[in-house]
């Protein structure tokens, strides 16, 4: 009998934790606007997907150039000044017509062949390039002659990546940042590597998506391992100010090693990893241009570990704005409103 009763117990636990989790699972029921405002959000009809638009002076530029008149570019960049974050983001938005259309680009660099942004629009553009014949793909999927082309291209874009570090102005880290994705790919030496990152970090010691590219090339998946991978990050944060919100790296890194389940875990190094995120934004500065996307990672860990009132009033902050991060997850803006849903659904529960 005691054993019956024990077998008895065990399936409705069982039952029990299947339907919890079935519950889990399922899609959150909308938020109401009644919902929204009770909680002090913006309804849904009212999200705005953040810095997806160009503003008029990059429309401008892009629309010259791709007529073959590369000057409104020029120009463009240049009047970013030493700005280098903003720099970078401008020569970026040109690369990729770059490596569609590059006779606007080729003039450019004939009649001013002293121009480091042309020289770093080039190696950016001839990096991207190489990648595309390579694929995002683990290695196996590489096949010989994809690996060939994407090699050969490398091998131009670190010519060019050399020429644009001669040209450019001593603080200008603009030709670094190019050739982290390089190093990553024409698997440079760990010297090799901390030598360029020395050029990086001496010019813009909190460049995000330099200080991203760096976290990659030390990745298991790379060139490194998971304890290289926190270390580069740890010793990152450890030497910016609280408030630059390098600790979106932190979470990044977790996620890296632990997959999308790293957001739903509670263990005390998460936990702590959240807090100090949590502590960055109090002290970031309200115009920091990552400070929505950083609220969006910190609400999508707050609600993996079931700090709903923390997560609301993050996305209290964030107001109609849904974070670009969550245009390149998988379920891309729907992520996000779900994220508010349940939110708000478990703080309706008590």
Sequence with gaps: MLFLTIAVIALLFSLFKSLR??????????????????????????????????????????????????????????????????????IDLLVDLAGRRHEWLEAWRQERPESSDAASIRTAALVHAAWAIRGSGYSDTVTDEMRKGFQAKLAEAREAGAAAARLAPAGDPTPYLAQLALARGQNWSAEEF?????????????????????????????????????????????????????????????????????????????????????????????????????????????????RHAEALAQLQALGPVIPRTFLRSSNGPDEFTDLRARTVAALARG
Excluded: C
Excluded at 47 to 75: F, I, M, N
Excluded at 204 to 216: F, L, N, S, T, V
Excluded at 266 to 275: C, N, Q, S
């Design 21 to 90: 989790a079935r519950r889990a699972a399922r899609p959150p029921a909308p938020l109401t606007d009644a919902a929204a405002q009770r909680f002090g959000l913006v309804p849904d009809r009212g999200l705005v997907l953040g810095h997806t638009t160009l503003d008029d002076r990059g429309r401008a530029a892009l629309e010259s150039a791709e007529r073959g008149d590369w000057r409104p570019a020029a120009e463009y960049v240049e009047e970013a000044g030493t700005d280098w974050d903003e720099r970078y983001d401008r």
């Design 194 to 306: 901390r030598a360029l990152w020395a050029e990086v970090s001496s010019r813009a010691p909190r460049h995000w998506d330099g200080i991203w590219q760096g976290k990659e090339y030390w990745t298991r998946k790379w060139h490194g391992s998971h304890e290289l991978m926190h270390a580069f990050v740890d010793a990152t944060i450890a030497a910016n100010p609280v408030g630059s919100l390098l600790t979106v790296h932190k979470l990044d890194a977790y996620t890296e090693q632990y997959g999308d389940a790293a957001a739903g875990l509670g263990t005390a190094e998460l936990r702590a990893a959240v807090d100090a995120l949590l502590a960055d934004l109090a002290a970031a500065r309200p115009d920091h241009p990552q400070l929505a996307a950083a609220r969006g990672t910190a609400v999508r860990f707050l609600a993996g570990q079931g």
